[in-house]
């Protein structure tokens, strides 16, 4: 039987040889594939003054956004339960005629715009105006499912996809909630609901030895959605995956109206192998995992609609390099969302899927805000929100 040390070193042998022949080395830092823990980031000091930026310039002049230097001063965070179910274990909720929208707005490169107000924003459901009946911004700690791809594939995916797995635990705070999975035939439980970073650092270090090589994405997201949305509050799936399903029992279509039923869950999504990709394609290489050829562009496609449909966001790096940046951005975009809340004019519960639209504008004038930085210039942004909901009623 082969000790840890030696698969550990079999495996980065491995990994070496994939660069060299890949021709990616320069973009790779061979680095042993156990975590390597940093010291944690100190937080903002509570009497550090407040950033100066926000707010009309007049009445209804442009808003201007902070530096992304600067740090924004978060609300009290809201405290998340002591003791939060196990995945195999859960309270089921009942459904109330309030819709809550969490909505990220951003700029092109990713920063968070702060202090914008109920009065800037405008709903749509179906295309009749809501009434916002409640309005809040957060920054509270998180609850997330990690779901790791991890089968039987080639070198370079695995290699991505615990690297992204670490930068995504770097990310955590002390009072997040974090289950950690993988999946490849069947998903498989590694830890569940954990506040310790070190119980998820220990469940991605048994991420060594991959079995099937069928990875079957779709059931595992299925389950995953099962589990979490059975828990109250808001909840995150990330999702670490080269976004390819082998033979799922469910469909492609059976997934997204289960994505579209979903309650307060979002999913961001991050893409593996993407160097590995764009090698073979510039060669013209054919490559082949399980039954077919893997078509990358639909598993593309796929990804970037499940984080569309539940108000995320997917991501696509290239190099190694780029994951922790991608993570911070994601955790940036998950702390920091502005939450409306309205009464729906058309209260039926009648399982019918609702169409949803958010916009930003400015109070007086009711046309899109105009944003400018520091230095006057005007500055493009990003409404993230969930494309809509299924109006039904809960089992209890």
Known sequence: MHTTSEVA????RAAFRWALILGIAAGLSLVPLCAQQSAPTPSPSDNQ??????????????YTIPSRK??????????PPKNPPELGNYSISKDVSLVTVPVMVTTSNGQFIPHLTEDNFR???????????AFNLTQAPITAVLLVEFANIPTPFLYDTLNASYSFAQTLKPQDWVAVMYYDLRPHILT?????????????????L???????????????????????GRKYIVLISTGR???????????????KDTKDITIFAMSTGRAFREYLEARNTGFEMGPANMDFLQADNEMNTF??????????????????????????????????????TNPKLDGSYRKLKVEVVDPESGEALKLRDKKGKNVKYTIIAREGYTAKHQVE
């Open 9 to 12: 070193a079999s495996l980065r």
């Open 49 to 62: 003054a407040i950033p100066e930026a926000g707010g009309p310039q007049g009445d209804t002049g442009p």
């Open 70 to 79: 600067q740090e924004i001063p978060p609300p009290e965070p809201v405290r």
């Open 123 to 133: 709903v749509w459901e179906d295309g009749v105006p809501q009434k916002i009946s």
């Open 192 to 208: 569940d609901f954990t506040q310790d970073k070190r119980q998820v650092i220990n469940a991605l270090n048994e991420l060594r």
């Open 210 to 232: 991959p079995g099937f090589r069928e990875t079957n994405l779709f059931d595992a997201l299925n389950e995953t959605i099962d589990r979490a949305e059975r828990i109250d």
């Open 245 to 259: 399903d082998s033979f799922s029992r469910i469909t492609y279509d059976q997934i997204l109206k289960r994505i």
């Open 307 to 344: 984080a569309r449909l539940t108000g995320g966001r997917a991501y696509f790096p290239r190099f190694e390099a780029e994951f922790p940046e991608d993570f911070q951005d994601m955790a940036q975009s998950i702390r920091n969302q502005y939450v409306l809340a309205y009464h729906p």
